[in-house]
Nanobody
Framework: QVQLVESGGGLVQPGGSLRLSCAASGRTFSGYAMGWFRQAPGKERDFVATMEWNGGNTYYADSVKGRFTISRDNAKETVYLQMDSLKPEDTAVYFC????????????????WGQGTQVTVSS
């Protein structure tokens, strides 16, 4: 049974930081690029960041570039999203997903999704 489980969400003040984790199991992780998306209430699920299997190429949404950093530990089958300088507009449910197509900005390029973790940025 393939599975992705996110953790690390919570409530943080503007300007603060959070580190999200996504643990994979069931041969979900090996050889695949991984990505993060987010979805705010009433909005579509938006691309945040992605990283290739070998940790080489990384891509970010313009809205998070310079503030968020994606990384992965293949031995632990875990992908991370370090989020710094958080803003209220970063409030959303964050999802990790396994990418199976090259068009990294589209949700349809990802086939396995986690259940999501809530991030709330508020004072």
């Amino acid at each position: 049974q393939v599975q992705l489980v996110e953790s690390g969400g919570g409530l943080v003040q503007p300007g603060g930081s959070l580190r999200l984790s996504c643990a994979a199991s069931g041969r979900t992780f090996s050889g695949y690029a991984m990505g993060w998306f987010r979805q705010a209430p009433g909005k579509e699920r938006d691309f945040v960041a992605t990283m290739e299997w070998n940790g080489g190429n990384t891509y970010y949404a313009d809205s998070v570039k310079g503030r968020f950093t994606i990384s992965r530990d293949n031995a632990k089958e875990t992908v991370y999203l370090q989020m710094d300088s958080l803003k209220p507009e970063d409030t959303a449910v964050y999802f990790c997903a396994r990418r199976v197509h090259s068009d990294y900005g589209k949700a349809a390029s990802y086939d396995i999704w986690g259940q999501g973790t809530q991030v709330t940025v508020s004072s």
